[in-house]
């Protein structure tokens, strides 16, 4: 399997949003839904505490709960790669997909009903470019890549620089990295 991985350094995120916009634009997204949105959290302990601003999505799991619990297999895997994409012409709405995933990174579209969630800009990958809010963030801390690849800029920054997942205990094996 292909294993695309997005590596978002939170030491170089000022939380200025442009990714959130740059996805809208790109795929369309309706007014008051978003595919991906800024979590500002607060890391170290007091007296040492700091702000971390985090661009979150969908993880684009290894094991991706919400692929295994979709009854009509509307939601896949794209292109023998972790990518999970929705078919909405199979999707009926049932949400069960919602319900699966631990990272509440899916929503209803209107006014089509179906499900949508982050794509990875799988459109934009096959034609060999990174996702749109890769290539928008002003302080290029968002990176793009194959975890196949050693020689990949997300392989090199993962080997060289601490890191996490979230919520990597749920088992769903994210593939979406926070540098640290
Ligand atoms: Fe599915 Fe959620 Fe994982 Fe994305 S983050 S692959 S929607 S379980
Ligand atoms: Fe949106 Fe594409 Fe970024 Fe996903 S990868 S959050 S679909 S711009």
Known sequence: MLRYAMVIDTRTCIGCGDC?????????????????????ATRGTYPDLRSEYRSERCNHCSHATCVYSCPTGASHYWNNSNITVVDPSKCTGCKAC?????????????PGGYVDKCTFCNHRVAEGLDPACVSSCPTQCMHFGLLNDPRSIVSQLLKRRKHKTLLPETGNEPNVYYLT
Do not use: F
Not at 20 to 40: F, H, M, Q, S, Y
Not at 102 to 110: G, N, Q, T
């Open 98 to 110: 919602i319900a699966a995933c631990p990272y509440d990174a899916r929503l209803i579209m209107h």
């Open 20 to 40: 959130v916009v740059a996805c809208k634009t790109e795929n369309n997204i309706p007014a008051g839904l978003n595919r991906d949105w800024i979590v500002e």
